[in-house]
């Protein structure tokens, strides 16, 4: 198991548990932490015994966004790698965005505290998310000069138009609280704040304990249907549900519902 600097990484049977650990910084993004996410990322998800990551902060925030101490004069995206050098920099910058396009296990999501700018990144592209009731959401892009970009498309997307241009506009001059947040459906769920990780750690069991193939097919199903007609993603839906099907643990299932017992699931 790889040994981070600037986050933690624990695992837990078939949970990985990611934690952004810069509390002096607010687990503001810099260069060498998002290496470190992308890293992590990637060794849950080749990790045949990761079924699911969870993302939580240290400290009372769970990320302020990118650093701004460290971000160029000419406003720039930072990066740990010489610009344009990599594939990962002509696309729209992520940050510490989980790669929820092209990964196939779930992220559940746990806000501790103070959540904005590319911290609201995990909010909507994470599968589960739930706040602590100490959790804070806003934008302070436009506060510091710059244009609120991904971070409130994506949130356009998951809130009313109004509620997304209202935080975009009034940047760092109002913030919504997790009760807010859980009203509009931004978050699933409030916890007590003693409790987040505890809670976190109940659901990643609770998802751990269906079939592993079967969850990531339908978490694909979902993702990479959302911007497609409703025919041509039934269509492509189906052909993840049929892959499923040819596995193992599709025939464990049903034979384990059959003698009434608990499945005993081999991710193959």
């Known amino acids: 198991m790889t ?6 990484y624990d695992v837990d049977g078939h949970t990985a548990t990611i934690t952004l650990n810069r509390p002096e910084a607010l687990n503001a993004l810099s ?18 015994g990761i079924w699911l990551t969870i993302v939580t902060g240290n400290g ?11 971000i160029p004069e000419d406003g720039r995206v930072i990066y740990e790698r010489p610009y344009l050098s990599t594939y990962d920099q002509w696309e729209a910058p992520q940050e510490g965005t989980p790669p929820f396009r092209r990964m196939a296990k779930p992220v559940v999501v746990a806000v501790n505290g103070i959540c904005c700018g590319a911290g609201l990144d995990w909010v909507t592209t994470g599968d589960i998310v739930i706040a602590s009731e100490r959790a804070t959401f806003f934008d302070p892009h436009v506060s510091i ?18 509620v997304a241009l209202r935080m975009a506009l009034m940047g760092k001059h109002e913030r919504m609280s997790a009760e807010r947040a859980y009203e509009l459906g931004m978050i699933t769920e409030v916890v007590e704040h003693e409790n987040l990780l505890d809670r976190a750690r109940e659901i990643a069991s609770i998802v751990n304990s269906n079939a592993p193939l079967a969850v990531r097919g339908t978490r694909l199903a979902i993702h990479k249907t959302l911007d497609l007609p409703l025919l041509e993603g039934e269509i492509l839906a189906e052909t993840f549900r049929e892959r499923v099907v ?23």
């Not at 040994?3 to 933690?8: A, V």
């Not at 009372?60 to 460290?70: P, Q």
């Open 3 to 8: 040994t981070y600097d600037t986050i933690t």
């Open 31 to 48: 260069p060498h932490m998002i290496a470190e996410l992308r890293a992590a990322y990637d060794e849950a998800e080749n990790d045949d």
């Open 145 to 162: 000069g710059l244009v609120a970009a991904r971070e409130m498309v994506r949130l356009a997307r998951a809130l009313p138009r109004s």
């Open 246 to 268: 040819r596995t193992q643990d599709a025939q464990e299932g049903p034979l384990a519902f059959v003698e009434k017992r608990t499945p005993n699931w081999q991710c193959r």
């Open 60 to 70: 009372r925030a769970f990320c302020t966004g990118a650093d701004v101490k460290e």
